[in-house]
């Protein structure tokens, strides 16, 4: 392509992404897509070359996506070759704007600290009524009611009504005799148990890290919440992330190190609940920051 040809494109991406952003790259690839129906979901496939170690993530809450809305990401696979990572990103989309419409790709590329956003190139997707171009936009009147030959019998309802009640009073009599039978049971006294004091083992986590991350990152979140409330004495397990967060803080835990928490286990809620799925070296590095917490105490 011709350099005057991208100039246009340079100065879009500067606006978007002033200071910070970067654009596809070679190597760069997107599936073309077919019409869809609007509001239907549709599979969409992309991929990225990106320097080796670092991270992709989808950058969900970018307006580039508009009007496409991203549903659900089903998988982020990579693949290390000699020009640099290719990672494949495979997504559930949904539209609901009619007509020849355009959206964007946006990314996150993660290399330690650093985020850098990435846009790919504009895809185009044409996006077709449910109806048809000849059927009418008006629902079809229902059909008027027809009289049913027979009705019920008067004796029904009576019926049925005693017979319920026959079946309560019956109910009550034989809870009644169960409870007295139970009161007069001698109750044993029950020897005293020391609890036991919340595991810090995680190595079940690790090793389903990669193989069944929801039941790895479930795993992570309850031995995190038990060591905190062996630690500060409250019912971290009955918290939300956002609750807990503020109850560490108020029982003047270091913040940094309540926000660390907070962090963690929103990731474990976006995993087990949301669906998300992490790049391998983001998920070691949510074991390593579980093992730190737990650590800390």
Do not use: K
């Not at 654009?23 to 979901?41: E, K, S, T, W, Y």
């Not at 290399?111 to 504009?122: C, M, N, Q, T």
């Not at 995190?224 to 397990?237: M, T």
Request: proline share 9%; hydrophobic share 50%.
């Amino acid at each position: 392509m011709h350099r005057l040809a991208l100039l246009p494109v340079v100065l879009a991406g500067a606006l978007l992404f002033p200071g910070g952003g970067a654009f596809a790259q070679d190597g760069d690839a997107i599936a073309p897509l077919r019409p869809v129906r609007i509001g239907d979901q549709f599979s969409f496939t992309f991929e990225v070359v990106v320097p080796p170690g670092t991270t992709v993530e989808v950058d969900t809450a970018s307006p580039l996506w508009e009007p496409a809305h991203v549903v659900s990401i089903d998988a982020i696979e990579s693949l290390e070759r000699p020009t640099g990572r290719l990672v494949t990103v495979r997504l559930t989309l949904a539209a609901f704007n009619i007509g020849d419409v355009q959206f964007r790709p946006a990314l996150l590329i993660i290399s330690g600290s650093e985020v850098e956003a990435r846009s790919l190139p504009a895809v185009d997707l044409r996006v077709v009524a449910t109806l048809g171009a000849t059927e009418p936009l008006s629902l079809s009147p229902l059909p008027a009611p027809q009289p049913i030959a027979g009705a019920r019998p008067p004796w029904v309802i009576p019926t049925i009504l005693g017979a319920a009640a026959a079946v309560a009073a019956l109910f009550a009599w034989l809870v009644r005799r169960f409870a007295r039978r139970l009161a007069s049971r001698p109750r044993a006294i029950p020897a005293s148990v020391e609890e036991a004091p919340p595991t810090t083992d995680l190595s079940g986590a690790a090793a389903s890290l990669n193989s069944d991350p929801v039941a790895a990152y479930r795993t992570l979140a309850s031995t995190v919440r038990a060591a905190l409330a062996s630690r500060y004495g409250f019912p971290a397990r009955a918290l939300t992330t956002t609750e807990l967060e503020r109850r560490m803080e108020a029982e003047g835990v270091d913040r940094w190190q309540a926000r660390l928490v907070g962090g963690l286990l929103e990731e474990c809620d976006a995993v087990v609940y949301a669906g998300y799925r992490p790049a391998s070296e983001r998920r070691l590095a949510d074991l390593n920051m579980a093992r730190e917490i737990l650590e800390a105490g």
